[in-house]
């Protein structure tokens, strides 16, 4: 994913009220930005730090400017914008860096479908037959392992749920971790965060679900998926 123009450095000085961050210019101007992340973004940010942030051109917008890379304890970077998400691991597909999903001719996204009345993030479809890939980004990391979630989340569950229902009936069902977090080597579910999900995950595994972990290289002119890590379960 090429960003053009490149993101922009600052100084992260606080993240607060979930969507807000206040930033420091180079030129010393500080000002509120939007921080486009419902997670806690736990371990993955300090107070002035180096953060790089989008701007969106529009004077209109209550907050132009948005959050997009921060920088972690250990000095690693994180993409914090989990809007970002679907849309590296689509262009990854496409770029043919993900091997395991090849050969589809056809990707439609927010299909939706299940007993729980959700939205896959990714349908492909093709000679293969029908691929449902749900899309989480990573970016807890303790050490060098990626833990998901970074807080409970129900919504998390509820989308292995459908996707284990998909894999007892026959259908590859695909739950991908999109690793916007350089110093991640592996991922595994947040056992001590989440337990209900971990739980979940297991279930789901055991029935057939696939799970995929590739990892991101972050820059400011760029932000792209280039490497499988291992899923640990």
């Known amino acids: 994913m090429k960003l053009d ?30 921080c486009p992340n419902t997670g806690s973004m736990k371990n993955c940010w300090v107070e002035h730090s180096p953060c790089w942030y989008s701007d969106s051109g529009n004077p209109k917008r209550k907050y132009r400017h948005t959050l997009e890379v921060t920088t972690t304890p250990e000095g690693a970077l994180a993409g914090v914008n989990t809007g ?7 262009e990854a597909i496409g770029s043919g860096v993900v091997a395991e999903l090849q050969g589809y001719a056809g990707l439609r996204r927010e299909v939706r479908y299940g007993a729980e009345n959700s939205r896959i993030d990714l349908l492909l479809s ?20 990626g833990l998901f979630p970074d807080a409970v989340s129900s919504r998390g569950a509820k989308h292995l749920r459908e996707l284990q229902k998909l894999a007892e009936g026959g259908v590859r069902a695909v739950l991908f971790y999109c690793v916007q977090h350089t110093g991640i080597e592996t991922v595994e579910a947040a056992r001590e965060i989440d337990p209900g999900y971990a739980a979940a995950l297991d279930e789901a595994v055991a029935a057939g679900v696939e799970v ?20 640990i379960q």
């Open 5 to 34: 123009p490149p993101l922009a450095q600052a100084v992260l000085l606080r993240r607060y009220k979930r969507f807000l961050a206040d930033i420091e210019a180079p030129s010393g101007e500080a000002f509120t930005i939007h």
């Open 84 to 90: 970002r998400a679907n849309a590296l691991v689509e």
């Open 126 to 145: 093709g000679e293969p037959g029908d691929c449902y890939v749900e899309v989480k980004n990573v970016t807890l990391a303790e050490g060098a392992r």
């Open 212 to 231: 995929l972990a590739y990892r991101a290289k972050i820059g400011a002119s760029e932000i792209a998926l280039a490497e499988n890590i291992p899923f």
